[in-house]
DNA sequence: CTCGTAGTACGGCAGTTGTCAAACTACGAG
DNA sequence: CTCGTAGTTTGACAACTGCCGTACTACGAG
């Protein structure tokens, strides 16, 4: 890892923008992860697949809604995205959210996997 | 604390609806931290003072917005409120914040600590 | 080059949210 | 009872959000 910087991963065309770990917001990440859908992707994210193409989500929602949702959450700091061939890869930012905020992420996900399965 | 419901703390009048503990929902308590104002409440009453009557908060919006805010709160299960007087007064659900989802609150005002104070 | 796959961008639409002002209610003091 | 204070309710408005379909752009395989 000595010169790949952060912000360009693809050597090519497309560019994906993320916030710098000192750019997160804390109201950002709150409000990402206030949706049921990015709460899901985030869930899935954090279930051992370190990097996941979009298409590997069972979402109950269209393509481009799909897209929508990642890119909330790309811009929220949560997650970050590269590409490589034709899908995108996304990967959690969890040594980055806790460097920023510690025990935030890891207290959302265990909150979340408490309120999913909770009478059943 | 004897025969007294959390939900009947008004002897007259006003009645004021919380959620109960169970029904607290992870999304309605994202969400409601996820705004700069709630968040703001929801610091001061972290900080120290148990119990407050919402015109001692020093927030930028209107009285109508003000009330909007706490009832977001109060039905997220955020906050506890009950009238004393003229005024309502607010308190954080702490207890049965950590009984729900254990490390959040906490994870999440220590966020907001470091959020308020970064480059200054 | 052509085709299929993975994802993006562009509207568009309905529902929600944050905001306010104005009118109203509840309580305490006098 | 009257007045002031604290908060609520209503109605409105602009902005945002989540959602979709369609058209478009990369990239890899053949």
Same mark, same amino acid.
């Given at each position: 890892?000595?010169?790949?910087?952060?912000?360009?991963?693809?050597?090519?065309?497309?560019?994906?923008?993320?916030?710098?770990?000192?750019?997160?917001?804390?109201?950002?990440?709150?409000?990402?992860?206030?949706?049921?859908?990015?709460?899901?992707?985030?869930?899935?994210?954090?279930?051992?697949?370190?990097?996941?193409?979009?298409?590997?989500?069972?979402?109950?929602?269209?393509?481009?809604?799909?897209?929508?949702?990642?890119? +909330?959450?790309?811009?929220?700091? +949560?997650?970050?995205?590269?590409?490589?061939?034709?899908?995108?890869?996304?990967?959690?930012?969890?040594?980055?959210?806790?460097?920023?905020?510690?025990?935030?992420?890891?207290?959302?996900?265990?909150?979340?996997?408490?309120?999913?399965?909770?009478?059943?």
């Amino acid at each position: 890892m000595p010169t790949t910087e952060p912000d360009v991963a693809a050597p090519s065309g497309r560019r994906l923008a993320h916030p710098s770990t000192e750019e997160i917001r804390l109201e950002g990440v709150l409000h990402a992860l206030a949706d049921p859908v990015r709460l899901t992707i985030v869930r899935e994210l954090a279930d051992g697949h370190a990097d996941m193409a979009c298409i590997a989500f069972d979402l109950p929602v269209s393509k481009s809604t799909t897209t929508h949702h990642f890119k +909330v959450l790309r811009e929220a700091g +949560v997650i970050r995205q590269h590409y490589e061939g034709t899908s995108r890869m996304s990967r959690l930012r969890e040594d980055d959210l806790e460097a920023r905020f510690p025990g935030l992420l890891a207290a959302v996900l265990e909150a979340a996997r408490r309120s999913v399965a909770p009478s059943a």
